[in-house]
């Protein structure tokens, strides 16, 4: 068994941790992501971060153990996945010539010894001036009813945009692999290091 987990079932995610050439193990947990009243963007992204990560712990108890998740900020309003077409729709809608950003909360919880650190990252999209066909053929080709801010960066979501601004472009993609990397060397795990293979 790896000594990394990813507590994850998004294939974005694996794809971007595979990049590191780490051996990993992943599974889906299974958690609440509501928001709590009163509670800001970044307690929300970290609390459900760190949440994932200690819902994996007992079945992993000597393991570095990943977990991460995002929303996005619009005009004051947090928003989590659509869930439908409809809301998808009316999302992008409102999104057409403003910036949205997006907070994405990483957890990284070494179950061996009780500790974890939490961190997250912010990444701002701009997006162009869509029309309604436009939107339409988007959400219906790419159907990104999963995904916080209603598109996929990893897909045709890069045709929505005008600019992207932010440190890390995995932040964007539910994973900043820069930080990541940091906390990893931190728990004697680095990517560059020579047992990682």
Known sequence: MPRLILASGSPWRRQLLDRLGIPYAWESPDIDETPRPGEDPE???HR?????????????????????????????????????????????????GRRVRFLTGLALLDSGHGRHRVCH?????????????????????????????????????????????GDDPNTLVGLPLIRLCEMLREAGLDPLGPNTQ
């Open 43 to 45: 307690a929300l992204v």
């Open 48 to 96: 459900l971060a760190l949440t994932k990560a200690e819902r994996l712990a007992e079945r992993f108890p000597a393991h570095l153990i990943v977990g991460s998740d995002q929303v996005a900020l619009f005009d004051g309003e947090v928003l989590g996945k659509p869930g439908d077409e409809a809301t998808a729709r009316a999302n992008l809608a409102r999104f057409s």
């Open 121 to 165: 990252e912010t990444y701002d999209v701009v997006f162009r001036r869509l029309s309604e066909g436009e939107i339409a053929r988007y959400v219906e080709r790419e159907r990104p009813l999963d995904s916080a801010g209603s598109f996929r960066m990893e897909g045709l979501g890069i045709a929505l945009f005008e600019k992207l601004e």
